[in-house]
């Protein structure tokens, strides 16, 4: 290999944050014109490494060479003079403004130097939108648009940066099988047009799909490099977490099993917008106990309405929702809660946590008479430290003490806070909304254990996915919704990936 | 406990660093304007330890300011933005002066407590305003509390000029509060207000709750992340209005008790800004009680110790705004060490 492939080399870089060490080793070449895919699991350093790449932080030790030539990489500025473009895995973008002024943010199309010039500026947003089929209006604000349709906004981002080394920190992590579909082609249409592009991800499907060659990063070090087309995905999950994963799933068990009585019921429940736009339509099923209900669809179908509505967050307008026997349609969160109710929000950062309180106090925040916490009505703060320590270490939560802030931590282990809390209350009903979003295998794999193993215990745990892969390996039945509607619920030994998808995109299923 | 130590310097260090550099830049500027500079410093910082009267008259400055201090971080830990900590003082004053006036016949064993109830109740229906709005709405609270000072101002003002003003004296002040009901003095301390002593265990109990109940706890939740404090069953918008309650009550109080531990009357100009100094003072603690405490007692030392230097040497007093504004931008301005994560 002459310096001429090579776009990027990377030579010894480690960081140090402190006294943690966030990366030990790594190298790593990136040829012109190639798909390199970056693997490892949280906390393994792969968002340091491209922080580093991306100018955001300087690295302790090693060297960057970017086209034969030593460079520095004092901030994202310089990144970009160097050709870098970087999508981060979290949202940088100004809800309050339109698509078109996201993408042009700090770089808008002048008029006479001077005035930013909006006519053209909206015509390159929609230019670029459609040129690479994301479908987006580039004057709605960023605020209005779905999860997924604001990453492909931050994708764009990039795109429309015309950089030559694009690192996407695991952009498909929120989009759905088809925008990931539709993603991968644009990076297959990237790469046919000479651009190089690092990417972040943990998703083995991905990996085999789109690059050329893959690098294995683990506990900060690079482990292995190889060409996609020589390895498996077992090879690779291997070297990701140093063992051999097992990949859990009710699927092909071949267990029979029996259900109870119904835990959660929900009867034509209705959601209106204050516009008058139905958001949930008239939506009725069942979840028994000891049963993994799944509801499978395209982001911004009324999952996430669905969620809250039964968590209490969002008013419904009609219809009921009885949780163990209880009427609870008009009954506050903690009225839910006493109820049975245990919710795992889809966005951890959001709803989940308040990541800059301790793990300590994430971890009691519903839970302090519980767990016993409380000595003469006052937070005895011997008892609390020991109860997160002792939560910290059933769940495997890493890098946390009880006084961390939980914002510190890595997604993984922030989620496996937010199940801990969830669990402790022993709830008969579990709403898990997107457990494993942005997750990596071996953290992914230890919350679907977490979840089969509730539904063992004879929890009902209704599970809400976009992710197709999940909801077929976890799941008794197969809710699909598309706009608002439950479109069917399917028994797991009928429902097969083509009648779901389908479903999932509006259509009636031929599989009836 | 080292670590907890470690923990406590560290919490510390940074305004302790930022109070010695404004000192020593204070103290160049004063020699540049004066040629006794050292005389100048001594009694900016020190004549309040001169006699006891004037050590009186600094606990009498820091009495308000604490309380108030302790209300806006009930507020603040609340994710309330209260800026109303001087209209809540004076609803608190001129509510204890009205019922301390017109109840005298009473027995002070029931009207010094009716007096007392009547200031925290104004200064906490000050609060609850606000607090309400927000939460049902999302009314700014910036907005509603600033506007409220300016109402409640001229509504005392109102009051004190048109129906309780005392004829015989000068200037816009009220008729004396009954006698019997006058706050004692600080042990040991003639002069001193015993309302001091109520502000210091105050910031105690403010610890405690905000860090030390469950109730306090989520309060604090909500504060942070609203939309997490209610997924996780936390009755959110009650927490807000309860700590919008307690820091408008916090703040009647200290107009109350200096009512009657002090003025023994309203005065219509009897606060120098407590109300913005008192959020100063809170700011600077960040948010924290028993910092706040601290922060209250610098400064009161600070604000009466410009009086003497101004009289004393020929410094003007106004070099106190100037060091105490310095004080705010070297505070928040302090350098972090970078701790992003990647």
Redesign the interface.
Request: aromatic share 8%; net charge positive.
């Given at each position: 290999m002459t310096d001429n492939d090579t776009i990027l080399s990377l030579r010894g870089i480690a960081k140090t944050f402190g006294e943690k060490v966030a990366l030990k080793r790594v190298d790593l070449d990136v040829r012109r014109g190639e798909v390199h895919v970056i693997c490892g699991e949280n906390g393994a350093g792969k968002s340091t490494l491209m922080n580093i790449l991306a100018g955001i932080h300087q690295p302790s030790a090693g060297e960057i060479v970017l086209n034969g030539e030593p460079v520095r990489i004092p901030d994202p500025i310089a990144a970009s003079a160097h050709g870098i473009g970087m999508v981060h895995q979290h949202f940088t973008l100004v809800p309050s403004m339109t698509v078109a002024e996201n993408l042009f943010l700090g770089r808008q199309p002048r008029r006479l130097g001077l005035f930013s010039d909006r006519a053209a500026m909206v015509d390159r947003a929609r230019e670029l939108s459609l040129r690479y089929n994301f479908g987006l209006d580039p004057n709605a604000p960023v605020g209005q648009l779905s999860v997924g349709q604001r990453q492909r906004v931050e994708i764009l981002k990039a795109l429309a940066f015309d950089a030559k080394l694009l690192i996407l920190d695991e952009p498909t992590a929120v989009l759905t099988p088809p925008e990931v579909d539709e993603l991968l082609q644009v990076i297959d249409g990237l790469r046919a047009r000479g651009r190089t592009i690092l990417f972040i991800t943990h998703k083995l499907r991905e990996v085999k799909s789109v690059s050329d060659r893959v690098t294995v990063i683990r506990h900060g070090e690079s482990i292995s490099t190889h060409r996609t087309a020589d390895v498996s995905e077992a090879d690779i999950a291997r070297d990701m977490v140093g063992r051999d994963v097992f990949l859990v799933g009710r699927k092909g068990d071949g267990a029979a099993r029996s259900f109870g009585a119904p835990v959660l019921k929900l009867d034509r429940v209705s959601m209106t917008n204050s516009h008058g736009r139905l958001l949930l339509d008239a939506i009725s099923f069942d979840v028994r106990a000891g049963e993994v209900m799944g509801i499978a669809g395209v982001d911004g179908n009324g999952q996430t309405e669905l969620s809250e509505a039964i968590a209490g967050l969002m008013a419904i307008q009609g219809g009921a929702i009885e949780l163990c026997g209880r009427d609870v349609t008009r009954a506050s969160v903690a009225e839910r809660q006493e109820a049975g109710l245990g919710f795992i929000p889809e966005d951890r950062l959001d709803r989940g946590l308040g990541v800059t309180m301790s793990v300590a106090e994430n971890v009691a925040a519903t839970n302090y008479s519980r767990a016993g916490i409380l000595r003469h009505g006052f937070v005895d703060r011997g008892r609390l430290d020991a109860f997160a320590a002792s939560k910290i270490k059933e769940f495997d939560v890493r890098g946390a003490q009880a006084s961390t802030p939980v914002g510190w931590l890595s997604g993984g282990n922030m989620q496996k806070v937010v199940i801990a809390r969830e669990l402790e209350r022993d709830p008969a009903l579990l709403v898990v909304c997107q457990p494993t979003r942005g997750l990596d295998i071996g953290a992914s794999e230890f919350v679907h254990e977490r979840i089969l193993a509730a539904a063992d215990r004879g929890h009902a745990v209704l599970l809400i996915s976009s992710e197709l892969s999940e909801i077929f390996a976890l799941s008794d039945r197969i809710g699909v919704m598309y706009s608002g509607r439950l479109m069917r619920v399917l028994d797991r030994a009928v429902a097969d990936e083509a009648t779901v998808g389908t479903l999932m995109n509006g259509g009636e299923a031929v599989a009836a | 406990m080292n670590e907890a130590a470690r923990s406590f310097l560290r919490a510390i260090g940074a305004p302790l660093g930022a109070i010695a550099l404004t000192m020593a830049l204070g103290f160049l500027l004063v020699a540049s304007i004066t040629d006794e500079p050292v005389q100048a410093y001594r009694d900016l910082l020190f004549a309040n330890f001169d006699s006891l009267g004037n050590f009186a008259l600094f606990l009498n400055r820091a009495t308000p300011l604490t309380l108030i201090a302790l209300g806006v971080i009930f507020s603040f830990r609340a994710g309330v933005f209260n800026v109303g900590g001087e209209g809540q003082l004076y609803a608190g004053a001129i509510a204890a002066t009205v019922v301390g006036v017109f109840f005298a016949d009473l027995p002070a064993v029931i009207l010094l407590p009716l007096a007392v109830a009547a200031g925290i109740a104004a200064g906490a229906f000050l609060g609850w305003i606000p607090g309400v709005l927000k939460v049902r709405l999302a009314v700014d609270e910036v907005v509603t509390t600033l506007m409220l000072n300016t109402i409640v101002l001229l509504f005392t003002s109102y009051l004190v000029n048109q129906v309780i003003r005392d004829t015989s004296a000068y200037g816009a002040v009220s008729r004396m509060v009954a006698k019997s009901i006058w706050l004692p003095p600080m042990p040991g301390v003639p002069g001193a207000t015993s309302g001091f002593l109520v502000a210091v265990v105050l910031a105690l109990v403010t610890w405690?709750v905000l860090?030390?109940?469950?109730w306090?706890?989520q309060l604090?939740?909500a504060g942070?992340?609203l939309?997490?404090?209610?997924?996780?069953?936390?009755?959110a918008n009650r927490r807000i209005i309860s700590a919008m309650l307690v820091a408008g009550g916090l703040a009647g109080l200290a107009g109350a008790l200096y009512v009657l531990g002090i003025g023994h009357r309203f005065e219509q100009n009897f606060s120098p800004a407590y109300g913005l100094v008192g959020l100063t003072c809170a700011l600077l603690a960040r948010i924290h009680p028993i910092g706040a405490l601290a922060t209250a007692l610098f400064y009161a030392m600070m604000l009466n110790g410009a009086a003497y230097m101004q009289i004393s040497t020929d410094v003007p007093r106004s070099l106190v705004n100037l060091l105490t504004g310095l004080l705010v931008l070297l505070m928040t301005a302090r350098l972090r060490k970078s701790?992003?994560?990647?």
């Open positions: - | 405690v860090f030390r109940t469950e306090g706890a604090r939740a942070i992340n939309r997490f404090a209610n997924a996780v069953g936390v009755p701790g992003l994560r990647g």
